[in-house]
């Protein structure tokens, strides 16, 4: 039977490459969120390499997943200062989430409005060798 492999400790701090892999973030996203502040300015060697700590790699997580959830970067910078804050009130970060969360509800409601008219206007259309079509005339304004 074969041993279980090893995983081998990480030597931090770790170049930019191990961070994005770390954290599963690009490394020109890492970049990017350095640029907007997001991450705060990491530490360089003297050649003038990036050199990122463990929480800097925790910190890109938590920027990927607040990426994931649609969080605009106003918001992650926002929640990303709560999170940081052990003083913070939950109360704070529940209303940018449930913001968040209406404007998602929002903007589903807007597209299936947008499907429900296009698939009315599929069904108008005869889909054949003649020119009128209900869903060009439609985009014209012709039907206003």
Known sequence: MKAPATVSPIAWPVNIGAAARLSG???????????LSLLPAVHRTDAGYRQYTESEVHTLRFIKRSRELGFSMDEIAELAGLWHNRRRA???????????????????????????????????????????????????????
């Open 25 to 35: 973030v690009s490394a020109k996203m890492v970049r990017h969120y350095e640029s």
């Open 90 to 144: 939950s109360a704070n970060v529940r209303r940018i989430a449930q913001k968040h969360s209406d404007d998602l509800a929002q903007r589903i409601e807007a597209m299936q409005a947008m499907q429900r008219t296009l698939d009315h206007l599929i069904h108008c259309c005869h889909g054949d060798e003649r020119p009128d079509c209900p869903i060009l005339d439609d985009l014209a304004g012709l039907h206003a």
